[in-house]
């Protein structure tokens, strides 16, 4: 009889004990509820942000080869228009400073004989 009472006692704390791991563990299971529901939110504001996001990338590159190309043009531009100004200046920079430095000669030159008369 004193072993059966010792027995009941232990199944009753036994009870007792899993009831209190129940709580803690039911509690437990709610929070990860809370956090599954949450994830899922997050995930189904991340996603088109992320849509958005690779949208607009892809606009960014098409934007920058349309520069890449304006650029090359302008420095083509840029090295034909020096390649002309070195051609001018090789071919008619000489003579125009010799007709230059002539035509300064003869008004000096008139000039001192006007003032002389």
Not at 20 to 30: D, Q
Request: net charge positive; proline share 3%.
């Amino acid at each position: 009889m004193l072993g059966d009472i010792a027995g009941m006692t232990g199944a009753v704390a036994f009870v007792a004990l899993v009831v209190i791991c129940a709580v803690p563990v039911l509690r437990l299971g709610k929070v990860f509820q809370e956090a599954t529901k949450s994830v899922k939110e997050l995930t189904e504001h991340t996603i088109p942000i992320l849509d958005q996001a690779a949208t607009t990338v892809a606009g960014a590159n098409t934007q920058l080869e349309k520069v890449d190309t304006i650029t090359t043009a302008a420095a083509d531009v840029s090295q034909n228009v020096s390649a002309l100004t070195a051609l001018f200046a090789a071919t008619l920079g000489g003579p125009l400073i010799k007709l230059a430095a002539f035509t300064y000669g003869v008004r000096t030159t008139l000039s001192k004989r006007w003032k002389a008369k």
